[in-house]
């Protein structure tokens, strides 16, 4: 048995390949209801993440989880549930979406310069009453994942992604279970 690697550094190594035109519009171009979620990438010191890249899932406004087929699809008549959405220079980010039903949160991966693994979180534009996750944290760390609507802004909402330090975003772990067969071989 070889031993294990060691990880690389999950970018910037997309920034020509991943990102594509579109990425942020999940809403149909002149829909009624799009709202924007924007904010900045910071890093551990404060500066801003120039070069990550974010993807976003999340529900229909109907509540169903299955999208439409195609994460490129931008014919105005399906609502993908999927987006990848890079920063800019300043470390900004923009996405255009429709509020999902059912599960009151946007699911959010993180991939950075410097991170050995990508970061899930949640961006939440309301605190839904109830909510296990929100309620299992303390106030300031919830804070961390509540979307604040812009003053004077309709249906926009400010979301900073903080990777360390003072006030970083709440991540959440994700682990895969593998199955063994009886000579503890994994299943998949």
């Not at 990425?23 to 070069?51: F, I, M, N, Q």
């Not at 996405?95 to 970061?119: F, K, S």
């Amino acid at each position: 048995m070889l031993p294990p690697t060691p990880s690389q550094t999950v970018g910037p190594y997309y920034g020509t390949a991943l990102p594509f035109p579109g990425g942020g519009d999940l809403a149909p171009p002149g829909h009624p209801k799009t709202v924007t979620v924007h904010g900045h990438v910071y890093d551990g010191e404060g500066t801003p993440v120039p070069d990550a890249l974010l993807e976003f899932w999340q529900a229909a406004p109907d509540g169903s989880l299955a999208g439409a087929p195609g994460s490129l699809r931008r014919d105005g008549r399906a609502f993908t549930g999927f987006a990848r959405v890079p920063t800019c220079r300043d470390g900004h980010y923009v996405l255009h979406t429709l509020l999902p039903g059912g599960a009151p949160y946007l699911a959010l991966c993180v991939l950075a310069r410097g991170l050995d693994h990508h970061l899930f979180t949640r961006v939440y534009v309301a605190e839904p009453p109830g909510d296990l996750l929100l309620a299992a944290l303390p106030a300031q760390r919830r804070a961390t994942l509540l979307a604040r609507p812009e003053p004077g802004q309709r249906n926009s909402y400010r979301f900073d992604v903080k990777l360390q330090g003072e006030d970083e975003t709440v991540f959440l772990s994700w682990h895969q279970q593998h199955g063994n067969d009886e000579d503890g071989n994994s299943e998949g």
